[in-house]
């Protein structure tokens, strides 16, 4: 298993579902036959990655660890967890939340749980900049904080365009384009689909035909759409691209947020953490290993899988059944002797896996927490969910359990210090000490509801 982005929402999910556990999108997309306009396409000549001279292994062992310990990753494969990016930053969206005391209407509930927006909605999206998309009476519209109509529900299909400013993707006759909050037509829909400008770039993935590029804001390509896949850039400012008419044929390259290609389509894998250094991998001889962004070869392709680098670290994988981490000059921070290693640490903890249980080690191979959870998850604002005999709580970087394991599923803690949770059927919301923000009684919240049923 791999992960990918779900080309609608853009969060990283298996690339062996069949439609995104978070949109319901299908992550196989049906062919479309449209018309394709001609572009001015990029010529860079395609090279192959240089190898060091010295063939040999850069990677220098530490020695064998003898530790009895056991993890989390098998519990995110089988989906009991989620990934750090498929949870939301925050619980309360400029200070309201989505809810529904019967899984089919839907309204806005602030931290004190007061009932801001009575719950007449069938759809109810996150609030951005103080307005939010619902659905009425079969249409999309957009409200304010106070629940008023500003564009009303007149719209088929209508999303969010951007985290920064008012825009709104709108589809028009099939065709999408961008709208501002006073239905101000600002590009012209003119694209088979069309993602939100991001945060930080204020560019915008499109789709044209089957092809995938991107637009600034005045409309104008800045990567002509001749790649197989949608573009989503890490805040470094690094995309991947992809080129192949089948997608386990496709090869995989890096290019930046002005659309200049650092790396030509050429690697069978290829993921981007938050430094310079690339993980790319090769079919034919299923090994992995990374590059630098003028495609030099810095550690040799030799485990059977390799993550990207975060915090200065990435965990590898040998002979598919050892995990270990390596650090940017290749060298393990902890050796490869164990089943399974945490997708990414923070501050330099990990989660580790053996003979069924796990617990947490840091970068100096030193055992932070024992093997005695039956799942855990990676640290996340100082916070790791874990679990026992089924249930869910939280400990923090010492080891110390600070929220009991009583829920049958929790969220991260995010970055306002909340957490969803699931318990007796209903959600609610707590804090990082385990106090109530909402109580559980909700039959949804943010729309979970739909991610808990497709995990049952």
């Not at 500003?150 to 209508?158: F, G, K, W």
């Not at 909050?181 to 991001?198: G, S, V």
């Not at 090994?287 to 915090?311: H, R």
């Not at 959870?373 to 874990?386: I, L, P, R």
């Amino acid at each position: 298993m791999s992960l990918i982005n779900c080309p609608e929402c853009g969060k990283e999910i298996s690339d062996k579902v069949k439609a995104c556990p978070y949109c319901g999108y299908p992550v196989e997309e049906s062919n479309k036959t449209v018309d394709q306009k001609v572009y001015t396409t990029l010529t860079d000549k395609i090279e192959t990655a240089k190898l060091p001279k010295d063939p040999k292994f850069i990677l220098i062992g530490l020695g064998v660890i003898a530790l009895i310990v056991v993890g989390l990753f098998a519990i995110l494969k089988n989906s009991n967890f989620s990934s750090k990016s498929d949870d939301y930053s925050s619980a309360f969206d400029d200070g309201l939340i989505s809810f529904s005391l019967d899984g089919i209407n839907y309204g806005y509930l602030n931290d004190s749980g007061e009932v801001k927006i009575e719950p007449i909605f069938k759809e109810a999206n996150p609030f951005y900049n103080g307005y939010a998309i619902v659905k009425s009476n079969g249409k999309y519209g957009v409200i304010d904080k106070n629940g008023k109509f500003v564009i009303e529900p007149t719209y088929e299909e209508l999303k969010n365009g951007s985290y920064v400013d008012n825009i709104f993707i709108v589809s028009m006759s099939g065709r999408f384009g961008y709208m501002d909050i006073k239905e101000n037509i600002i590009i012209t829909p003119q694209f088979d689909n069309a993602r939100a400008f991001d945060k930080k770039f204020n560019i915008a993935p499109v789709q044209v035909g089957e092809k995938y590029g991107v637009i600034n804001q005045k409309g104008e390509f800045i990567i002509n759409p001749i790649y197989d896949f949608w573009i989503f850039f890490e805040d470094i400012g690094y995309a991947e691209i992809e080129m192949g008419d089948l997608s386990y044929e496709r090869k995989s390259g890096v290019i930046d947020y002005r659309g200049k290609i650092i790396i030509n389509p050429q690697y069978d894998y290829l993921g981007i953490g938050d430094n310079d250094l690339f993980a790319v991998g090769f079919v034919d001889t299923d090994t992995y290993g990374y590059i630098n962004t003028k495609n030099e070869v810095i550690i040799n392709p030799q485990f059977s899988w390799a993550n990207e680098f975060a915090e200065g670290y990435a965990v590898v994988e040998l002979n598919d059944d050892k995990s270990g981490v390596i650090d940017e000059n290749g060298r393990y921070v902890i050796n490869p002797v164990y089943e399974d290693i945490g997708y990414q640490g923070e501050r330099g903890v990990f989660y580790f896996e053996r003979d069924g249980k796990c617990g947490y080690i840091n970068t100096k191979s030193e055992i932070v927490v024992p093997p005695i959870y039956d799942g855990c998850s990676d640290f996340n604002n100082g916070f790791a969910q874990v679990n026992q005999n089924g249930l869910f709580g939280f400990i923090n970087q010492a080891g110390k359990m600070v929220i009991e394991p009583l829920y049958d599923y929790a969220s991260y803690i995010w970055d306002d210090g909340n957490a969803l949770v699931y318990i007796n059927n209903k959600f609610g919301i707590i804090d990082s000490t385990g106090k109530y923000v909402l109580e559980p009684i909700y039959e949804d919240l943010l729309g979970y509801r739909y991610f808990i049923e497709y995990f049952n």
